[in-house]
């Protein structure tokens, strides 16, 4: 599969696997409420539980009412890219179906600029570990397509991955 046909498939509300920077992600969309539905259902994961979002640069956090204070955007400017998602406030509640009534998201800038050009081409996605809830992460695709099958749209092959989830950081107040 070619990068374009996922391009096409994540901005139709499709779901598939990809590598992220850390781990496989199984993503979609984080503007497509169905994909994000789909993705709760295909990973079983519980329904209260928000996902990571990731993003292609630090102007996208705009899009959910992220302010950052000069001392914050410093701090990012340090760990982002990389493998650290960061979770922060929110005000709106336009973003119910992702922030699941926690008010507040977890957001990742990763270093790979595959993925981030990805990002700019489709937008943001959400994109947990590739695995059903409280299973190990797949490493590779043969084991992604043993936890999904044929319930996702894509599966996109870069070899073994043998990471680790991001770190997780919160800032409680902007």
Do not use: C
Not at 160 to 166: L, M, Q, V
């Amino acid at each position: 599969m070619q990068p374009e046909e996922l391009i096409e498939i994540l901005k139709k509300g499709g779901i598939g696997v990809l590598p992220t920077d850390t781990i496989y992600g199984l993503v979609g969309s984080a503007f497509s409420k169905k994909a994000v539905e789909r993705i709760y259902e295909v990973k079983e994961r519980k329904k209260d539980k928000p996902f990571i979002i990731l993003i292609s640069s630090f102007k996208d956090l705009r899009i959910f009412g992220v302010e950052l204070p000069r001392e914050a955007f410093t701090l990012l400017k340090k760990i982002w890219p990389g493998k650290v998602s960061v979770i922060f406030p929110l005000k709106s509640k336009k973003f119910f179906y992702l922030h699941r009534g926690k008010n507040s998201l977890a957001f990742r800038l990763p270093k790979d600029r595959w993925l981030r050009n990805i990002l700019k081409k489709i937008g943001l996605l959400v994109a947990p570990s590739a695995n059903l809830e409280g299973e190990p992460p797949a490493e590779t695709i043969k084991e992604a397509k043993k936890y999904f099958g044929n319930n996702v749209d894509f599966y996109f092959n870069k070899g073994k991955i043998k990471g680790r989830p991001s770190t997780i950081l919160e800032i409680k107040r902007l």
